[in-house]
C-alpha cells in the first residue's frame, strides 16, 4: 500500500484534485470569463447539464443585450389598421395565431393599443364590438433598454409586449416577453405552434384563398408534395425551409414569401439560421393536380 502511495503518478493526480478542489472552496471567479469557465467546467465533469449551462449562458446574453437587438422590426409587425373593416384583417389574425396584435391608426408610427386575440370572442359570439373600445393600452420603450431590465418590467407590470421606438419616437419594432425568455432557454412554443409530436404539416382554416397549412421548416420537401399535391424539388435541399431558402439565396426571416407550383409560402417564424414555420397557402391549382 505504501508502494502504491508514493507512486508519481497517484502523487501528481491526488495533488491535481486537491489543488482544485482547494481553488474552488477558497476563492470566488473574479469576473464573468472565470465563472463560465468554471461552469464550463463543471458540464465537463458532468455535474450539470448541458441544458443548465445554456440557460446560463443565455441570461449572461441578456445582460449584454438591448431590446434593438432581438426585436422584431416594423416592417415584418402583423398589425391591425382600426380604420379597417374587421373582415379584412381577421384571416390574418387566424393565419398568425399571435396572442396579441399591435393596433395602429393608418399609420405604423401611430399604435394606439393593442389587441388581444381572445377579444375577439365576442365578435364570433355576435355580441357588440367595438375594437376602439377593446383594445389594451400600448407600453411604450426606447430601443436602447437593457433586456434584463425588460423582463424584470414585464414580470412587475403584468405586460407581455412593448412597442420600441426610436430616438425620434418613431415606431421601430415590438418585442414580447417570449423573445426575451428564449434568449435564455431557447426557442418557445406555445400551444399554436407545429410540435415536434404531432403533423409535421398541420391544416388549417380555410382564407378566401383556398386550403392552408402550417408547415415545420425541417419537414421533407417529399413530405410537402405528397400533402400539398406539389411537384417541389431542389437538389441542393432536402426540406422545405432549405428549399425556400435556396430559392431566395439566403436565410429567410419572417413575412419572406415565395410562389412555387400554385402555392404561396409565407415565413411565420425564422431565425439566423433557419426557418422553423411556414405558412402554405393554394393560390390556384396546377394542371396536374
Known sequence: MQEFLNNSNFNKSNRSLFERLTAFISSEPENRTELLNVLQDAYVRNLIDSDTLSMIKGVFQVLDLSVHKIMIPRSQMDIIDINQPIKS??????????????????????????????????????????????????????????????????????????????????????????????????????????????DDILPIKDNERGHCWKIKGL?????????LG???????????????????????????????DGILFTIISADERKVHIILAERIFTPLYY
Open 89 to 198: 384583417w381577421i384571416p390574418n389574425v387566424l393565419n398568425t395565431a399571435h396572442s396579441r396584435f399591435p393596433v395602429i391608426e393608418s399609420d405604423r408610427d401611430k399604435v394606439i393599443g393593442i389587441l388581444l386575440a381572445k377579444d375577439l370572442l365576442r365578435y364570433y359570439a355576435n355580441e357588440s364590438f367595438d375594437l376602439r373600445k377593446t383594445i389594451r393600452p400600448a407600453i411604450f420603450i426606447p430601443e436602447t433598454k437593457r433586456l434584463n431590465i425588460l423582463l424584470r418590467d414585464f414580470r412587475s407590470n403584468h405586460n407581455h409586449m412593448a412597442i420600441v421606438v426610436d430616438e425620434y419616437g418613431g415606431v421601430s419594432g415590438l418585442i414580447t416577453i417570449e423573445d426575451v425568455l428564449e434568449q435564455i432557454v431557447g426557442d418557445i412554443e406555445d400551444e399554436y405552434d407545429t410540435n415536434e409530436d404531432k
Open 219 to 227: 419537414t421533407e420537401i417529399s413530405h410537402c408534395n405528397e400533402v
Open 230 to 260: 406539389t411537384k417541389l424539388s431542389n437538389t441542393n435541399a432536402n426540406t422545405i425551409g432549405g428549399f425556400i431558402a435556396n430559392n431566395l439565396r439566403r436565410v429567410p426571416v419572417k413575412g419572406d414569401k415565395l410562389e412555387q
